[in-house]
């Protein structure tokens, strides 16, 4: 599961998650790339599951960069607890997400092979994508996909 090794604080307030990306919206690693259309949060669960879904159906040819790092620690009080005494403690860690960010990458596999596998992480992930090619001109602001349709 992927967790900070250490953090200045052991809490967050919740912020906001508005805007676009303007960091890590390039394909800067491999041939093509899964990009978020819209804005959400993932867990390092989902995070984990999406990663096993594409190396399962890649069958470990090719390589594969996780774009996203869940840093957030996401607090929750216990069932039945009343209101006050204090933030729960840290349930799971987060990755905030901004439209355009990329959040996988993969290379040294075809491009029908690649569009199939992050078809199947979608699947996963609560959000939007769009498959990105290296190389290839996109319009600079990211298209509203549907959960599951790469462009």
């Not at 259309?37 to 995070?47: D, F, K, M, Y």
């Not at 399962?56 to 790092?69: M, N, P, S, T």
């Not at 992050?118 to 298209?143: M, N, Q, T």
């Amino acid at each position: 599961m992927l967790v900070p090794k250490r953090t200045k604080y052991r809490k967050m307030q919740k912020g906001n998650n508005r805007g676009t990306a303007y960091r890590g919206c390039d394909v800067s690693f491999g041939d093509f790339a899964m990009q978020a259309v819209e804005p959400g949060r993932l867990t390092a669960r989902q995070i984990e599951a999406a990663r096993m879904a594409i190396t399962r159906h890649v069958k470990r040819a090719g390589k594969l960069w996780i774009r996203v790092f869940p840093h957030r620690p996401v607090s929750k009080k216990p069932l039945e607890v009343r209101m006050g005494g204090g933030k729960g403690g840290v349930e799971e860690w987060a990755a905030d997400i901004l439209p355009g960010r990329v959040m996988y990458e993969i290379a040294g596999i075809d491009e029908k092979t690649a569009r199939e596998a992050f078809r199947l992480a979608g699947h996963k992930i609560p959000i939007g994508y769009k498959f990105l090619v290296r190389g290839v001109i996109e319009s600079p602001a990211p298209v509203k996909a549907k959960k599951g349709k790469a462009s």
